[in-house]
């Protein structure tokens, strides 16, 4: 029963990927919480966001300015994920689920409120280090990465082809300094890679399903139901890690 509910997740998460070209990880890391620690869902996440991310990243235009625009957030992510991903890998850590379940209330707070930060200037170098630091140290404790990263993206104004292969390129960085901490501290084994790998399957048939349904599902209701659906297990993870629930 879990392998099936690992796959119907991986399936629902890549639909959302496809449809929003962002949205895998904060789905599958939330609902896997339910059934694992989130160091064991990380590991399973690992292999299908990385491929999804890299293909989503190679897809847009302008790769070479993207990277001169964003390299220090880039760097000051790997920093800060790789401060705090020891957090994730100890089981049996209580705090872990309820960060993440006030991470994903903000999240779909603001989703549902159409929240937007004020336009910012891209090439404001301090501000992008200070965000992809911040998000770095969320990203290595939850295995989350969108905030504050994807509302900062969101203000640069760029357009929807290079807003979608920055969310990609800042994506597949976060994906990859998380492994790489993960493996530093010795929480990746050769099982988990096989586990991951096998994830990686239903991923890319619910990516291509919901590149597939964008085209014919309104953006507006999916997206409130989306955010619903983050606000609905904010709560539950939190209520879960104060009643101190074991998440195994």
């Known amino acids: 029963m879990t392998v099936l509910f690992c796959i119907l997740v991986f399936l629902l998460a890549g639909m959302i990927k496809g449809l929003l070209g962002m949205g895998l990880p904060t789905v599958a890391v939330a609902l896997l919480a339910l059934v694992m620690s989130p160091g064991e869902a990380s590991a399973l996440l690992l292999i299908p966001s990385l491929v999804t991310n890299v293909w989503q990243l190679c897809s847009g235009p302008a790769l070479g300015q993207l990277i001169r625009q964003l390299w220090l957030m880039m760097v000051t992510l790997c920093a800060g994920t790789l401060l705090t991903v020891r957090w994730l890998v100890e089981t049996g850590n209580n705090q872990i689920p309820t960060l993440l379940g006030v991470i994903l209330m903000i999240y779909g707070c603001m989703g549902l409120l159409s929240y937007r930060l004020p336009n910012v200037p891209g090439y404001d170098s301090v501000v992008s280090g200070i965000v992809g630091f911040i998000t770095g140290l969320i990203t290595g404790a939850t295995s989350v990465f ?62 291509a399903a919901g590149q597939k349904i964008r085209a014919k599902l309104s953006e507006t209701l999916f997206l409130r139901l989306f955010f619903i659906g983050l606000l609905l297990l904010g709560p539950y993870l939190l209520i879960r890690s104060f009643l101190g629930v074991q998440i195994a």
Not at 174 to 198: H, Y
């Open 146 to 207: 969108v905030v504050p990263m994807v509302p900062y993206l969101q203000a640069m104004n760029l357009d929807k082809e290079r807003l979608i292969q920055a969310l990609g390129l800042s994506f597949t960085v976060s994906t990859l300094a998380l492994a790489l901490g993960m493996f530093w501290q010795g929480a990746l084994v050769t099982e988990d890679a096989r586990a991951s790998l096998v994830m990686l399957l239903p991923a890319l048939v619910g990516l």
